[in-house]
């Protein structure tokens, strides 16, 4: 069972950015993120501003570089896809360390690296910084539809729970000597990914049930009934 | 007597599949009774449970509340009165901190600011759990989040509390707070339980529901010595246990 405080990516503080609103934190970086998939790639200098900006709210927050830069590895996928691009785009060649690259190719490559680590690292900021609870209020207060929000809640609320289950069934399999190692042992993965599905949609309807023996009529009380 | 806290006439059942589930239930309880509901796996005891709040709607006889009969009209008043404290406590705990989750409840009562925080912490000291209001519910070991599944549940001050197996899955120190919790609150029990030390523990009066029908309604003690009864319906003491044997607890 999961110990200590909030979720794996939020950083406990006392900040300022911890303290700001959910809502006011959450439009500021919808707007900075506009803000950067909007400039043109070849701007260089704005890079570097948008980066300062980001690199202080890091600091004002108090959050340590290195918890945000081991959690930025979710990166990595596009960093990979980006160092190809020069090699594999079409286009007027240009020499980098006596290899030739596609000049148009490394313009895009440069623009997926820097627009996707500034939006990785103010997403992990607000993530470091928010509590889940208060993302979701923030959400509410920005009258983001009620559904949804309320999806997103259980979600947050029931992922440790599912996660532990599906690590329960691994134990049961492998105690019974069960290894997937080959291709021919998908389909019981397979089978348990379907088990699983079944179980969380049981769950699903035994959660339906305990909230309607509390009076639930299909919203969720805003703000916490507060 | 005032009407029964609860009043179950003829509740028969079917489950759209067709399995029939309840045959002619009639069960009575008054208030402040702390009553058992004992039976096989199967006996139909969740069924005639989700019948109490109007979850599942009678094929044929009637459900009262406190007089009140449960009908579409009443549900809201209805899920007031009867609080149910499901088995799993992460069926019943959903919102991301204890103190949203007991709110839930009232706050659907249209409970708001001061009066609903009054009645969240109000609710949570009787169960012991007052510091835990600001704990996501899934930080918690499960015997809290089973005392808290029962604040959730007071917090809209029911007439009736209906616990589904309280004491499944505690250890034997949650097992007893929770008896210390559940003896110590001013309002009607009615407890479906497996677990017959429990049963005689803390209810005076138990009934056994077997194959959709009552099949026995008395004290305690006389249910769980009727060696008879108990066999005919997959009763069984645990190892060791035997009511005959025990010095029975001063509060009758």
Known sequence: ?226 | MSSPVLDVQGLAYAYPDGHQALYGVDLHVHRGERVALLGPNGAGKTTLVLHLNGILTAGRGRVAVSGLPVTKQNLTEVRRRVGIVFQDPDDQLFMPTVRDDVAFGPANLGLRGTALERRVLDALDKVGMADFVDRPPHHLSFGQRRRVAVATVLAMEPEILVLDEPSSNLDPASRRELAEILTGLDVTVLMVTHDLPYAFELCPRSVVLSDGVIEADGATYDVLTDDALMSAHRLELPYGFDPRTIVRPSSG
Not at chain 1, 116 to 128: H, N, P
Not at chain 1, 169 to 192: C, I, N, Q, T, Y
């Open chain 1, 1 to 226: 069972m999961g110990a200590g405080h909030g979720h794996k990516l939020h950083y406990h503080g006392h900040s300022p950015v911890h303290r700001a609103p959910a809502h006011l934190k959450l439009v500021a970086l919808l707007g900075f993120m506009l803000v950067v998939v909007a400039t043109p790639r070849t701007w260089f200098p704005a890079f570097a501003v948008y980066l300062a900006v980001v690199v202080a709210v890091v600091g004002l927050s108090r959050v340590p570089a290195s918890y945000l830069l081991k959690r930025m590895v979710v990166e990595v996928p596009f960093v990979v896809f980006a160092a190809l691009m020069p090699f594999v785009a079409t286009g007027p060649r240009v020499e980098v360390l006596g290899v030739p690259v596609s000049e148009a190719g490394l313009i895009a490559a440069w623009a997926l690296v820097a627009k996707g680590t500034l939006g990785v690292l103010a997403s992990l900021t607000l993530a470091a910084t928010t509590e889940p609870r208060d993302l979701l209020l923030g959400l509410q207060r920005l009258r983001f539809p009620d559904q949804l929000v309320q999806i997103m809640g259980f979600m947050i609320r029931y992922l440790d729970v599912v996660t532990s289950e599906m690590q329960r069934m691994r134990v049961a399999r492998e105690s019974r000597g069960f290894d997937a190692r080959s291709p021919k042992h998908w389909p019981v993965l397979a089978r348990s990914a379907g088990a699983l599905f079944v179980r969380s949609y049981e769950r699903g309807e035994r959660v339906h049930l305990a909230m309607l023996s509390r009076g639930y009529t299909g919203s969720l009380p805003r703000d916490g009934g507060r």
